[in-house]
Every structure is written in C-alpha cells, then in structure tokens.
C-alpha cells in the first residue's frame, strides 16, 4: 500500500492531527452501513462536509460501530474521499464496548444488558474508535493494550462492593487503549488512542466516576514506565475523548489534570473561534468541545502531542454560528473536532 502515498506526504515536516466523538454509533450492527448506504442520513452527509473542511492528515474518530471487516470504516471513507480528503489508510481493533464480562454489572438482576459489558454497548463493537490516514500504518508494530484489567492499575480506584468475580475480568478501558504507529518520513508518530467512559450514568458506588479517573491515570503511568508496558519509543500524540472536563462538570478531575500536566506531554490548548460566553463555569469556554443542553459547553476531546514535538498550530473547529460550516457541525454531533499541526523532529 505505499505506492499510495506520494513522497511529498511521506516527507512532510508538519501535520495534523486530530480527533473527533462523531455519534456514529448505532442500536444495532450492521446499521450504520446502512445508513451510509442509503445517502440519505443528514448527520453522515454533515460529518463527511466536516471532515473534507477540516483537512486533517490523520484523525481518530470516536463514537463510530466496528466491524471486522472494517466495511463501515471503508465506506465512510470512500465518501469523504468523494468530497475531496482522500483517506486511503484505515485501522481499527475490535473495542471493549459491547463485549459481556457475564456479570450482572449494573445490579438489574439479569445478564447480558449494555451496561453488563466491559464497556457499554448494545452490541459487539458498537461505539468503537477508529482512525482515518493520508500516510500508512505500520500495522505490525500496532499494540492493543485494550486487555490491560482494572485490577492491575497500581492504586486501582475500584468501587466498593464489587464482586471478585467481575473483578478478575474486569478491564480498565472502557472502549480501548491503543498504541498505532503512522509512518512518516521521519520515523513513526505514534497515536496513542482512547475513549473513556463518561463519570456519570451510576449509583453511590460511583464506578464511573472512578473508572474515568483510572483509564488517564493509566496513560500517566504508562508514559512515566510504572506499568508492565513498554512507552512508545520516538515521537507520539495521546488523543481521544476523555469524557472530562478538568474545570467543570461531574468527575474525578485530578486524573485529568495529571495528565494535562504530565511533563511527557504538551497541552496545546486549542480553542475555538465562537465567542461564548458561560459565566457559571470556572473553565474558559473557548477549551469547550462538546456541547448539551443540560450541561453547557465542557472540554471532552484531547490532541496532547508529546513534549519533544513542535506545535505550530492547533484549534477546535468550533466557529461562530453564521459561519457556513457550522449548521454541518450542529448536525453531526454534540462534540467538535480537536487539531494539532504538529513539527515532526
């Protein structure tokens, strides 16, 4: 598959990364084929016009169904390419979401539901994580670190009650923790990707809370060698949702703020170009990449390249509401993207 990349792009000294929660994810398998199949969708038909608008060179995309033949992915990607942004390197590995630890999770009394999974999901793959590329992986040398158990997190903020059984099983990630290495011209870039769950959703137990703490906490303690896993060697970009805002909202901020400070990496601290205003958050709002009804605007979504790497430029492609792209952007979804240019060394 190299000869499907110029020279020009496999030489660049900048790109960008980015990261984008799209929604795509759906009540059953095989839907979202369908609904890309069918040209109809308004929200597939807005996320392909923000994506050929935000001209990212390799972007993760959250919140999208996997399947094992990467078909969704494909032709997601087909039609992208169609709009002008040709992606001709797709990667996925199958996520936790969906997969049944076969414990009664939530305490409902049954087995088998979403909430029993390792990660929440209708369905086998349902809300994975993918990512889209103009230079190749080097697949090989990809590691899922997706098996790595709770249990095993040193200072593990398990919640209190929770069965031996399940504990056993249990995994951290909530939907994946990878390590995929983008071949560049000047040695791999390697994404270090992940989705966490958000901290709500749960009882008194707060196992959501804890578990959103725990999976940045796992990302600090990887970087800084304190887990049986090797740091990517050369240059790398964690990037994902977080599903947190170190300034506001609900949750264990102290793991996020960890890692925002975390002296391997650099926070860039993109902004959007919209203007608003919420004087009730402590947070800066310009951070925000995701908007609800009920809660505001929040800093969700993370591109934090590593501290060696130059940031020449970054932002989240959230504009005010008379620019032209921005009724795309509301039809997509809640979240926006987060891009880094990035120098590479």
């Not at 050929?52 to 959250?62: E, G, R």
């Not at 942004?85 to 979401?97: E, I, L």
């Not at 929440?120 to 993918?130: I, K, T, Y």
């Not at 994404?191 to 958000?198: D, E, I, Q, Y």
Request: aromatic fraction near 8%; charged fraction near 20%; proline fraction near 8%.
């Amino acid at each position: 598959m190299m000869g499907l990349v110029s020279a020009n792009v496999l030489a660049a000294e900048t790109l960008r990364v980015a990261t984008w929660n799209v929604g795509l994810d759906r009540a059953g398998p095989g839907l979202l084929v369908q609904d890309i199949v069918g040209g109809d969708d308004p929200q597939i038909a807005a996320i392909v016009k923000v994506l050929a608008a935000l001209d990212a060179d390799v972007i993760l995309l959250t919140a999208v169904d996997y399947d094992r033949q990467g078909v969704a992915l494909g032709l997601l990607a087909d039609q992208v390419g169609a709009a002008g942004q040709v992606y001709p390197y797709r990667f996925a590995f199958r996520p936790n979401t969906g997969i049944q630890t076969g414990y009664d999770v939530d305490g409902n009394g049954r087995i088998g539901d979403a909430r029993d999974a390792q990660g929440f999901g209708l369905f086998s793959g349902n809300g994975g994580m993918a990512v889209l590329s103009r230079l190749p992986f080097d697949e090989p040398a990809a590691r899922d670190f997706s098996g790595f158990l709770w249990r095993d997190l040193p200072g593990a903020m398990l919640p209190e009650g929770m069965e031996p059984g399940l504990i056993a099983v249990q995994r951290l990630a909530t939907t994946g923790f990878w390590d995929v290495p983008v071949v560049t011209g000047k040695g791999p870039l390697h994404l270090l990707a992940w989705h966490a769950t958000p901290p709500v959703f749960d009882g008194p137990e707060d196992r959501n809370g804890r578990r959103n703490h725990d999976e940045a906490v796992f990302w600090s303690l990887l970087l800084a060698g304190g887990l049986p896993i090797e740091p990517p060697e050369g240059a790398f970009v964690l990037l994902g949702d977080g599903n947190l805002d170190p300034a506001d909202g609900d949750g264990l901020r102290d793991g996020i703020a960890a890692l925002l400070a975390d002296p391997a990496l650099r926070d860039p601290a993109p902004v959007g170009t919209h203007g608003r205003k919420e004087p009730d958050q402590v947070g800066d709002p310009a951070l925000d990449t995701a908007i609800y009804d009920d809660l505001g605007g929040l800093r969700l979504d993370y591109v934090l390249p590593s501290a060696k790497l130059k940031v020449t430029a970054s932002g989240v492609l959230w504009p005010a509401a008379d620019d032209p792209l921005w009724p795309d952007l509301v039809a997509a979804s809640h979240h926006f993207p987060v891009w880094v240019d990035i120098e590479l060394p």
